[in-house]
């Protein structure tokens, strides 16, 4: 097996990122040359009185991106083995694609493999959705490994005499 360069798109919501954690205990890393920790800052335009607003501007983004770092990297001690020796390399970056950027990104590093999170929208709620993963498995030019949330465990019910 040739060695693979890993992405992981890593998203900011807890709900996502504990089967990230989950995946990253039972993931085999002996075959990993890289693991590429990738988060895009959504950039918004919105129209006002006066003209349009970037958001967040680039002042803004460059006070958030320590910020983001430290959270990659503590994120990233909790995905990957202790004893893993690859390199491991973050990426953060915004853009008003951020799908765009997570496609251009695993082209340049050349990925052999993306390991996205999906929320699990289903049926009417995700019909009008646009979902991140499924641009990721539409358009990636890599192998895409999706990551489901936790099922929430449920009560048993009891029916009435």
């Known amino acids: ?3 693979q360069k890993i992405a992981i798109a890593l998203p900011l919501e807890e ?3 504990g089967p990230l954690h989950e995946w990253g205990r039972k ?5 990993v040359q890289s693991v ?3 988060h895009v800052v959504k950039k918004n335009i919105t129209p006002l009185e006066f003209g349009l607003v970037e958001s967040p501007d680039d002042g803004t983004y460059e006070e958030m991106v320590p910020t983001l770092k430290k959270f990659l990297k503590e994120e990233a001690r909790k995905i990957i083995p202790a ?7 973050f990426h953060i970056t915004k853009d008003f694609h951020p799908e765009e950027e997570v496609i251009d990104i695993l082209k340049n590093i050349q990925a052999t493999l993306i390991v996205v999170a999906t929320r699990g929208k289903h049926g009417f709620e995700g ?3 646009s979902s991140f993963t499924d641009y990721m498995v539409k358009f990636a030019p890599c192998d895409v490994f999706v990551v489901r949330p936790e099922i929430p465990t449920t009560e048993h ?4 005499p």
């Open 1 to 3: 097996m040739r060695p």
């Open 15 to 17: 709900t996502l990122l």
């Open 27 to 31: 993931f085999d890393f002996t075959h």
């Open 36 to 38: 590429h920790f990738i």
């Open 83 to 89: 004893a893993y020796s690859g390199k491991i390399e």
């Open 127 to 129: 019909l009008f959705h």
């Open 157 to 160: 019910f009891t029916q009435a």
